[in-house]
């Protein structure tokens, strides 16, 4: 291994082994060469570069319109600082929808339609309800947001709760400002103004109202925002169908609908070419490992993966999330697993009670590892 030494005469190019009477040649005056490494390139932006920089900008000057305006309102000191809370929150957070933020506002005061799509991490499935909620301070603006599972549905309201008090724990309540309804389940008061909902309840809501069995779902509510659009259930699809074709019932209300990969101009053409807006998401190393097997069942197989893992990684090296077929293939493999100490294990699928599906989002102490066995349930919570 060649390296360089100090020599009264410059610098010498020697290697790890000096043999005996070997000759060292001096390569440069080392004056020369220590001038030389001080000097530094030109820095230039790249493009990835130049787009985190103008998103930064974005995401700045969204923050300061948006407490201009609270600000400007007429709200009482309880809700200004509510609001304020709000605000520091997402500055110190920000996630790439802010800087899509006014653009949205926008978009969403001047149609009635508007396709937003946006890569995991992005944020649009917590901001954007929270940003249409804020739009106008001295305004109650209501918000209904679907989710195809109950399990996101339950998961978002948690966190969006959190967001809305400006992160402080001691002031999250689910079921205040920020509610949810899930099958018979419903989480919520008259001061909500955010909603998470699963497609198949407002769908439910909708057609009650259609078939003159009930009022109006969405009377008091200023947008729908239909989430996961590109999973394409039949739900979703007749969701969106039934929102669009009875636009008439609904002339004020907004209906914005997002996700993370979209067929784009299916969707805008649908809604009369309406426009549409990306957002920037946030994105982390992952490193894809194909392991073959000669083990023939999933179950088995996944198991002797997880246990591979353990072994070769320690306590701190996070948990480990296994997607399986379905809910008897995950009970069976919690039930084979082979406990482990400091190793606690938790299952995840769409019929599971709401309580046991709360576990599994449970945050361990330190040295302590989770194993989740879930269905796709688990894909977007």
Known sequence: MKQLVEHPKGLLEVTSEIKSGQKLT?????????EKRKRKPKVSLNTFEHSKVTEMVKQREASIYAFYKIIKSKVDKHQLGSMMSREMYRLQNLLPALAARNELEKCIKENQFLVVTGSTGSGKST????YIVDMNPDETIRVICTQPRKLSVIS????VAFEFSGGKKNLTAVGDRV????GGSSVKSDKTCIEYVTEGTLLRDILSYLNGKSSDPLKNYYAVVVDEAHERNLN???LIGLLY????LWPNMKVIVTSATLNTPLFTNYFGKCPFINIAGMTYPVEVVYKPSNIEHIVSRVLHQVNEILESTDSNSGDILCFLTGQEDVERAKQEFKQKEGVFVFCLYGTQPTEEQKKAFKHMKKGERKVIFATDVAETS
């Open 26 to 34: 001096i390569i440069s005056n080392f004056e020369d060469e220590l």
């Open 245 to 248: 074709s009875n636009v008439k």
């Open 127 to 130: 901001q954007i309800p929270q």
């Open 236 to 238: 979703t699809d007749l």
């Open 179 to 182: 509610g949810y309804r899930v």
């Open 156 to 159: 978002l309201t948690r966190r």
